[in-house]
């Protein structure tokens, strides 16, 4: 326990002739009530307890207090917390929440807390695929893989007819000497260059990867992996990869069509492909000058090889686009043929529709600290970026299965933390009841509720 001390007291304006004080002296209180949710969630997909069997505990049994599903549970609801350092847990092992959704209110030792500190925590973080005589914790990269495909494949009531996967590298900047540390000339910083595919808002793969690689490096052995996990299951769901121009590579595209997976992926422009549309570039400047400067658009198909690189002749969609004043050719390759799907329509509605996976990136690392890797080698950074993916994945949970038709329903993963997360409330607990009184004033009463109302529901 904390040691024992008087609080220290805040004085501010008085209100009424009367002094205003404050301190941390509130006894059993929490600001996160609103975790129950996540902790419902989690009972309704079941991630917490799979994520902790895909590590290895050869502690010994006799001497550990917290388990690793303990460890794993902080972990993962701390990120969706807001809280990405393992500092701050050596205050939350003693907030009555984490004791609650750890189901142990008191610690079997009198020098220990409900859950662990973060010296505990770190050394789970550090652990690797085979157990030391420091480290005895250790975890399985693939079974971790597959469950995150697994809880995406059970997020379906059914097997759909078609799903896109989105592929994406990113930026995750270093300002350490962290292993596998390079400098990225487009970026312009040192930086791990992970790899994300995601099936609209759900993720699958989070795979980190030093950044002195192609974009595409890696994304045919994880795109294989998870289409045979899928049809698996799926066996007859059409399967569409989408991706930009970083991605059209002819052993990508090659495998795809060997298997029947379909794909669009952004093409670089070159000299030759702006010649083929000369005449609808030409035609779009004048349409954009007869309409006084607007943006006007041409759309042309190609059959298109590379004189190097690609093994055949491809579907090329091409974007004749004259805005601002200058020309904007964009050009995608395609496995789909025009009677599936016409030139614009496959661009603008299909292709451009990738952009949205940026914002579930975004989620990932500015919302859940996926990009929180400062330890020194990659490993421990590829189980923190791990981490950070259950998280995100079990507040998608949240939003998927208990706010359909409420105010947070398309919230992002901040704004359901900051809005249905943060509630402060006292805990009372006696031997007959644990009593979590939330604030009267929460402006998002409606939402819990029926939050709470759908996640009973999808936990029976």
């Known amino acids: 326990m904390p040691t024992e001390c008087i609080p220290e ?22 600001t996160d009530a609103g975790a129950l949710l996540v902790g419902g969630t989690d009972r309704a997909v079941n991630l917490i307890d799979r994520f902790a069997g895909c590590f290895t505990d050869r502690r010994s049994a ?15 609801v701390g990120i969706a917390l807001g809280y990405e350092d393992l500092n701050d847990h050596d205050e939350l092992r003693h907030d009555p929440i984490m004791a609650v959704l750890a189901g142990k209110l008191e610690a079997g030792r009198e020098d220990c807390a ?66 596998g540390r390079f400098f990225h000339g487009y970026y312009g910083h040192y930086c791990y260059l992970p790899l994300y595919i995601f099936c609209g808002d759900q993720l699958l793969v989070a795979k980190l990867r030093p950044a002195n690689i192609d974009g595409s490096a890696g994304a045919l052995e994880e795109v294989a992996r998870v289409v045979a996990q899928i049809r698996e299951r799926w066996p007859a769901t059409r399967i569409v990869l989408r991706a930009d121009s970083g991605f059209a590579r002819d052993q990508l595209m090659a495998w795809c069509e060997a298997q029947g997976v379909d794909y669009v992926f952004g093409l ?55 805005t601002h004043d200058e ?22 509605q299909l292709y451009c529709a990738r952009g949205d996976m940026e914002n579930r990136i975004k989620e990932c690392q500015l919302d859940l600290f996926a990009d929180r890797t400062s330890s020194h080698t990659m490993r421990a950074n590829q189980l923190r970026l791990w981490f950070a993916s259950m998280a995100y994945v079990l507040v998608c949970a949240l939003r998927r299965l208990a706010l359909q038709g409420t ?24 031997v007959r009841l644990i009593k979590i009184a939330m604030a009267s004033a929460c402006p998002y009463q409606r939402e819990f509720g029926a939050a709470y109302a759908l996640l009973a529901q999808a936990a029976r």
């Open 327 to 348: 020309k904007n050719p964009r050009f995608i390759v395609t496995s789909l043929t025009p009677a599936e799907a016409e030139g614009r329509g496959l661009y603008e």
């Open 9 to 30: 007291q805040y004085e501010f304006a008085r209100v009424e002739g009367r002094p205003v004080i404050a301190g941390f002296d509130g006894g059993r209180m929490t």
């Open 407 to 430: 105010r947070l329903a398309t919230a992002s993963c901040g704004s359901i933390r900051l809005k249905l997360l943060k509630i402060g409330a006292l805990v009372r607990i006696s």
């Open 268 to 322: 670089a422009r070159n000299a030759r492909l702006e010649r083929a549309i000369g005449a609808e570039l030409e035609a779009a400047h004048q349409d954009s000058e007869r309409t006084g400067g607007k943006p006007a658009r041409r759309f042309k198909e190609l059959r298109y090889r590379t004189r190097k690189t690609w093994t055949r002749e491809r579907r090329v969609v091409a974007k004749a686009e004259w």
């Open 114 to 179: 409900p859950v662990a500190g973060k010296s505990t925590l770190n050394r789970l973080e550090l652990s690797g695929p085979e157990a030391t005589r420091y480290h005895k914790i250790s975890y399985d990269g693939p079974a971790i893989e597959r469950l995150l495909v697994d809880l995406f494949l059970e997020a379906h009531g059914r097997a759909p007819e078609r799903i896109i996967l989105d592929l994406d590298a990113t930026d995750d900047p270093l300002h350490g000497e962290q292993e």
């Open 62 to 76: 006799a001497l550990i207090e917290h388990e690793v599903s303990t460890l794993v549970m902080q972990r993962v």
